[in-house]
């Protein structure tokens, strides 16, 4: 069948150009800062939505000015140009470059090594030289051979969208369902009592945590001291190896091959270790973790990085990285009574009447120097108390 042609195609209505501008507009774009220095030497800036990476090899860089610019047109007097990526929190600096005059007004800024501006609190800038401008419709295409470059903030992005500027709230990175979430921390009332008179006979932090899709979060804590902030109601975890095997295979919680896949590495014998720990776990009935490399005021910072409503992926690396430089410390294949151990904390499993697990009671605070013996008497106790608070929860949880 021969190919068809421009003469073969059915002839179609002139595109109107706002029609297209409001349509392309449900399509997000990033939003960046081109800036330079006019014949002059005095700062220039213009704000552009197509920003975009060519090449790695060698490294280009691109974006398109509209023809009509006059910032643009002065712009290409200057040696080199700078793309400055901005940041969620700098819609106000937008706003500044959209004027015609004065946009440096109340923005702080430094000279990049061939002194074109960096805007100061941009997520990354990029030094290029002039590659090529191409002639494109009503726009150019501009080709930048990228010289430096360096990342500024671990900060979410400003985007355009439908015309206006909006944050960028990674969605596969925010608690699973907030109305879940709302639910749980209802329904861990109901062993607020039992919480709070195993908190005050052991002196220790007592918290309950629950399921949620992708992550589990602190639903209640208790503390004759009172909570500590790293596990207040709504702190969130994600369910990676080792952390949530307690949770695995239950309602509310990954399956077990969907938490062995989402292991921090690919090598077979992560794999392995997580699955050794995995049955374990499940196998006893407890889970404890010991202290190990990453101390409590580090792992704390990242939890709450992690937990943060504007949290990037970075934040959740972060946090995903030194779980696995721990993970050594998770699941010791036998408690010794006789011996000496540093726990970091102890779990047991929330069964409702049908035997899933609905929520995990978490004992935190323990001695530095506590024996095996009383670790395992920790266990024995905590027990009873996950058994009480089973028979509290309401019956549509049971």
Known sequence: MPEATALDLPRVEPIDPQHMRHVLGSYPTGVAIITGRAADGSPLGMVVGTFNSVSMDPPLVSFMPMKSSYTFSALRESRTFC?????????????????????????????SPTGSPILEGTTAWIECEWSDVIDAGDHY???????ELAAERNCLPLLFFQRGYGRFTPGSLMASDYRSLAAA?????????EMELLANELGMEVSLLAPLGDEFAFVATANAEGPSHSTMPGTRLPFVPPLGSLMVDHPGAPSRQD?????????????????????????RGWSVTLSGEVNSRTLDELVDAFSAP?????????LIDALQRMAACHEPADIDPTAIYSPLQLSVPVRNPEGNVVMVLRLSGLPENTSGTEILDFIHRIRQSSTAIGLALPHAVR
Not at 141 to 147: D, P
Not at 186 to 193: H, M, P, S
Not at 262 to 268: G, I, K, L, Y
């Open 141 to 147: 295409f501009v080709l930048g051979a990228v010289r």
């Open 83 to 111: 793309v400055n990526i901005m940041a969620a929190d700098q819609e106000g600096v937008c706003g500044a470059f959209m004027r015609r005059e004065n946009k440096f007004e109340g923005v702080d800024w430094r000279e």
């Open 310 to 318: 504007a949290r990037t992926p970075e934040n959740e690396q972060r």
């Open 185 to 193: 921390i209802r329904t861990a009332e109901c062993g607020r009592q």
């Open 259 to 283: 938490w062995l896949d989402r292991a921090p590495h690919t090598s077979r014998e992560v794999r392995e270790v997580a699955e050794i720990q995995l049955r374990r776990v499940q196998e």
